[in-house]
């Protein structure tokens, strides 16, 4: 299995990037999925999920009503559109895909059992 995260990159504070994450080698069409992120000297920490269907999904409140998941599940990829970008969200993102797929969008790491490599996303002042 495999997640390829893609997107990450240098943006202005205020501006837009979006990443994505394809999904290889099972399908996540019923499964949670999310994104995680670890900026420099801070642990690594849940951004968003998205249950399988698509129909929830839950955001830490930093990025409340500036970043959106979403997914298609006929590609087999999930996807985070991050806006108004701040420089506090400078850090390494993760794709993260579970096992399991519920209603409730577990934010720890240990309910992800799929990690891609991470993609760095950087936001300058």
């Known amino acids: 299995v495999q997640l390829q995260a893609s997107g990450g990159g240098l943006a202005q504070a205020g501006g837009s990037l979006r990443l994505s994450c394809a999904a290889s080698g099972r399908t996540f069409s019923t499964n949670n999925m999310g994104w995680f992120r670890q900026a420099p000297g801070k642990e690594r920490a849940f951004v968003a999920g998205i249950s399988g269907s698509g129909g929830y999904t839950r955001y830490v409140d930093s990025v409340k009503g500036r970043f959106t998941i979403s997914r298609d599940n006929s590609k087999n990829t999930v996807y985070l559109q991050m806006n108004s970008l701040k420089p506090e969200d400078t850090a390494v993102y993760y794709c993260?895909?579970?096992?399991?797929?519920?209603?409730?969008?577990?934010?720890?790491?240990?309910?992800?059992?799929?990690w891609g490599q991470g993609t760095q996303v950087t936001v300058s002042s």
């Open positions: 993260v895909g579970s096992q399991r797929g519920a209603i409730f969008i577990n934010p720890a790491l240990n309910a992800y059992e799929y």
